[in-house]
């Protein structure tokens, strides 16, 4: 016998001494099915990896215990609260360095429940037009039918913020780094700004991870990602999540998600936890990998031009140091000279690069923005009048493999396009 066994009980549920003057066996089989872990005899040590709690519902002693659960934050009902979701939240909080996280069930579930949290009929927002499709439809589009006025600014620069704003304007939602052309915004003085007008400032910077940019340090009221790309880092969840600059600014947004329903769920957040746990080690390689593909690509004489903000080409290049120290992020994207026939050729020609949508995971993805995230084979010619979104665009995804495969990989691709 093994020291692990010896001294050692099977595993035995709740009611193993009866209840009610009967023994556990008296019970029928559909009441012992529903009991659980007998967890009072266990030793005291705590488990490295967060279990999975994916119970909806929670048992109390007393209606007192319930109470004092529902004063105190403790868990009773999962849309409200769970263990599993709060592990992942306090390491989000952690890393961002802010008063508090909320998750949710996606990044769009977090950019709809902070506007409509904050935000009431008759007032005003600003975004930039250089942002992720979904968030364009979703204030275009619906955004506007609870009464909140919307505009946009064309680029990512403060003095078109500053233009926009009007005496009803109160939030400024912005990427850092922008989809797909990574603008940087300078949401340092975007934070300022909010502070002397009075409105509130959102800044996803999904694109960078809070490994690298941390909007909070800058004055920013609301850092917000979408868990689905880097912090998940692993392509197998969808979930969003906002961490908070002040506690009051939480328990309002954490009243909305509550109320609303958008929460991520355990299985999920169990999967966030667990990519979390790696983020740092793998931002470094996302970042080294793309930096040496951006400056390969903006040498090849089929490229037109490459947007990457640790390029000294780069129109915020300074802003981009000034704000990501420690790193530029995985995303590198970059114009085809011989437009949509060489960046539809490249896209498919790749074999360790992966042709997919989204990004952020370990693995390498590309895919051709005007034509697929940002419009369709339907709506190209519409797309081609937009200054930012041509049609010899491409977005890469550079993930953590050997670089010198992913060079291969591309050089090869290259070599296939039209001129």
């Not at 020291?3 to 066996?25: F, I, M, Q, Y």
């Not at 390498?364 to 009048?385: K, N, V």
Request: aromatic share 6%.
């Amino acid at each position: 016998m093994s020291e692990s066994t010896t001294g050692r009980s099977p595993a035995v549920c709740d009611l193993v001494k009866g209840v009610w003057n009967k023994g556990l066996h008296d019970l029928g089989e559909s009441t012992r099915a529903q009991r659980h872990l007998d967890r009072t005899a266990e030793p005291h040590s705590t488990p490295l990896t967060m279990p999975i709690y994916h119970s909806s519902s929670y048992s109390v002693k007393t209606v007192e215990e319930y109470n004092e659960c529902t004063k105190q934050g403790g868990n009773y009902y999962a849309r409200l609260g769970n263990p599993t979701t709060a592990a992942a939240e306090c390491v989000i909080s952690a890393l961002e360095e802010g008063a508090g996280t909320v998750t949710f069930s996606s990044g769009s579930a977090a950019a709809l429940s902070v506007t409509l949290a904050f935000l009431k009929a008759g007032d005003h927002v600003v975004l930039c037009r250089q942002m992720y499709s979904g968030i364009f439809q979703l204030f275009q589009n619906h955004i506007t039918r609870f009464g909140i006025e919307v505009s946009f600014v064309s680029e990512p620069e403060i003095e078109h913020f500053r233009s926009a704003l009007r005496s009803n304007t109160k939030l400024v939602f912005v990427e850092a780094p922008c989809n797909p052309t990574l603008g940087v915004v300078d949401i340092e003085q975007l934070g300022h700004l909010g502070r002397e007008k009075n409105f509130l400032t959102v800044v996803d910077s999904t694109f960078a991870s809070p490994v690298l940019l941390k909007a909070l340090n800058y004055n920013v009221d609301f850092a917000l990602h979408s868990c689905t790309k880097y912090m998940g880092g692993h392509t197998d969840i969808i979930g969003g999540c906002i961490t908070t600059r002040t506690v009051e600014q939480w328990r309002i947004l954490k009243d909305f998600q509550q109320t609303a329903g958008t929460h991520l769920s355990p299985f999920d957040a169990s999967l966030l936890h667990r990519g979390l746990k790696t983020l740092p080690v793998r931002m470094k390689t996302h970042s080294d990998n793309a930096m040496q593909i951006a400056l390969m690509l903006e040498k090849h004489p089929k490229v037109l031009r490459v947007f990457y903000p640790g390029l000294a080409s780069h129109p915020h290049h300074d802003i981009a140091q000034k704000l990501m120290p420690k790193g530029f992020s995985g995303i590198v994207t970059f114009e085809m000279k011989g437009g949509f026939a060489a960046a539809k050729t490249l896209v498919e020609s790749v074999r360790i690069i992966n042709l997919a949508v989204s990004l952020g995971g370990t693995e390498s993805l590309i895919e051709h923005p005007a034509s697929m995230t940002h419009g369709s084979l339907d709506t190209l010619e519409e797309e081609q009048q937009s200054p930012c979104l041509t049609l010899g665009l491409i977005r890469l995804s550079v993930g953590i493999e050997d670089i010198d495969d992913l060079m291969l990989d591309l050089r090869q691709s290259l070599e296939k396009t039209p001129n």
